[in-house]
């Protein structure tokens, strides 16, 4: 049987068009560059529920296989290649792939007569892989290697986000339009610089430095953030970020440029890919190639908002803000239209009659409190930012979790330290209820559901998951809430506490420690990584899900602001 299985494996393996085009040079010699994976089922156990999305919400996506039974016959499908095929996060379309595969009618579990001989089941797998020809075997499960949270000390930690902000730096490329006239030194192979990342030197790889003989020629040559990696089809897909995520990652980098924690060539690195993530943001609004499909209008002016005088769409406003934030971040001279735009809209927000913030508007909003409080920032743009966020924080008193999805830019306002003491205490009072409410729904701190993966220890199961698990999606928040918890004092008394040095530093928050160890789980590493056509492109990204191989760029971007928050709430500073 075992043979068989790998006789069809190489069989299929053999007619790729990649190894087709090498074979010709290497002949049978092809076959020593495989990877080897088995998967063996265990037995089978029973799926309940009498509807196809009742037994589905039973499923542990890419861990857990699906059967269905037959009369005699069995059909299987298998997680990982369920997770191969993205279709682990989809247990319900599994279950109905295998009812056709069944020759069964499309119809309800309970709409079978028992006569019929039809039931669902799952079952364990295990998961081994050799990925050369000489090396050991190991055990591979969805998440790679299970992380234990006493590895998660400070050194892992200001190790991953030097990691996280390298693979970010090296995914900053030179775009394919441009890439004639770009100069050789230009960066458009820097991810295979950055891959690894573990060291604290290869941050200074991602980039060429910058000297006046090349600085105009690079910028002339124009860059832009790859998009979502698929490691199965090793593609970016799309092939870039949209302006959001590039918006969102040039903040990021922006932050990291200004973290004392990391060390000097990796700040260095940031600094430059977010300068050049800026520009090309600025190209994009100036050539009208930002989200140009009509978006909802802020506030009852926002027709008139933009400069051009054209539609500013929300989406726009968003962008707009995080550059402007990024830019003042890595002491970037922003356009003075950029200014502009982001104080009319910030003013159209402030002064609108509508009692209430729509999602959009509220991100708007917090995104633009963010980047007129940020440092270096002038009186009047404080004052501006000041007043939009009283308005925010009246408009939600009654309704603090809707803040819960822009917690990020309200952190990053509250740590600049350029909010008058009244409204700082009201938004630190808003932040900590939110903080609260996302620690208690914190997986495997506070209580959980039964049959939780403990993969996902330390994630936060918001109640708008699909599934209710937790992934990437929660790593804003995440973020937030590791900001929060940084900015705290954290001593505790020894002995007699009138007595000189009777004070020594409190562990840290173990909320912390857990939401970073679910963040490194998302880390792809070995020996995850070693089952894919090129483990250096995808290490160090972070996944969208464990139950998805897809990385997108927004994920690795959160994760640096909180690798960085986390590192300093371990180190107790403030």
């Known amino acids: 049987m075992l043979r068989r299985a790998v006789g069809r494996a190489v069989a299929e393996a053999l007619g790729d068009s990649i190894v087709r085009a090498v074979r010709p040079e290497l002949n049978d010699r092809v076959t020593a560059g495989f990877s080897l994976e088995i998967e063996l089922a265990g037995p089978t156990k029973p799926l309940l529920g009498r509807t196809i999305a009742e037994a ?29 095929s993205d279709n682990a996060d989809r247990p319900d379309a599994t279950i109905t792939m295998l009812m056709r ?23 364990d797998t295990v998961r081994i892989r050799q990925s050369t020809a000489h090396a050991p075997p190991s055990i591979v499960t969805r998440a790679g290697r299970l992380l234990a949270f006493d590895e998660v000390t400070p050194g892992f930690v200001r190790t991953l986000a030097i990691q996280l902000t390298a693979r970010l730096c090296g995914n900053v490329v030179a775009r394919p339009e441009h890439a004639a006239d770009a100069p050789e030194d230009a960066p458009e192979d820097a991810p295979e610089d950055a891959r690894g990342g573990a060291l604290e030197g290869e941050a200074a790889k991602t980039s060429t430095p910058e000297t006046p003989a090349n600085s105009d020629a690079k910028r002339d040559a124009g860059f832009a953030l790859l998009g979502t990696y698929n490691p199965t089809a090793d593609a970016f897909d799309p092939p870039f970020a949209s302006a959001s995520d590039e918006a969102f990652a040039a903040l990021a980098l922006a932050w990291a440029s200004i973290a004392d924690t990391l060390p000097a060539p990796a700040r260095t690195a940031a600094a430059t890919q977010a300068a050049k993530l ?50 003042r971040l890595a002491q970037l001279a922003a356009a003075p239209q950029l200014e502009l735009r982001v104080r009319t809209s910030a003013q159209a927000l402030a002064d609108s009659a509508s009692p209430d913030f729509d999602a959009q508007a509220m991100e708007v909003a917090a995104s633009t409190i963010a980047a007129l409080t940020a440092r270096g920032a002038s009186e009047d743009d404080v004052r501006l930012g000041t007043r939009l966020l009283d308005r925010l924080l009246t408009a939600t008193s009654d309704r603090r979790g809707r803040l819960a999805d822009v917690a990020l830019p309200l952190a990053l306002a509250l740590t600049s330290g350029t909010l008058p003491e009244q409204s700082r205490s009201a938004l630190r009072t808003a932040l900590d209820e939110i903080v609260r409410v996302a620690e208690n729904l914190q997986i495997g701190v506070g209580p959980t559901p039964d049959g939780t993966p403990i993969d996902l220890a330390g994630g936060l199961a918001l109640p708008s998951a699909r599934l209710l698990v937790a992934d990437a999606q929660c790593l804003r928040l995440a973020a937030a809430v590791a900001i929060l918890r940084a900015a705290e004092p954290r001593v505790k008394a020894v002995g007699d506490e009138n007595a000189p040095g009777a004070s020594a530093p409190a562990p840290p928050p173990r909320a912390v420690l857990a939401l970073t160890r679910f963040l490194a789980q998302h880390v792809a590493n070995e020996p995850w990584t070693d089952g894919f056509r090129q483990p250096d492109t995808l290490r160090g990204l972070v996944r969208a899900s464990l139950a998805t191989d897809d990385c997108p760029p927004a994920a690795a971007a959160a994760g640096i602001f909180l690798a960085l928050a986390a590192e300093k709430a371990l180190h107790g500073e403030r």
Not at 62 to 83: H, M, Q, Y
Not at 284 to 291: E, L
């Open 56 to 84: 589905a919400t039973r499923v542990i996506p890419g861990t857990d296989g699906i059967a269905v039974l037959r009369g005699d016959e069995i059909f299987r499908a298998f997680p990982s290649r369920l997770l191969a």
């Open 278 to 327: 800026v520009d090309d943001l600025g190209r994009q609004s100036t050539s009208d190639g930002i989200d140009t499909k009509a978006h909802k209008q802020i506030g009852e002016d926002a027709s008139e908002a933009d400069v051009r005088n054209q539609p500013l769409s929300s989406r726009n406003a968003a962008v707009d803000a995080m550059m402007l934030h990024a830019a």
């Open 101 to 123: 595969s069944a020759g069964l009618p499309a119809k309800e579990l309970r709409d079978f007569a028992t006569s019929e001989r039809v039931s669902l089941a799952k079952f």
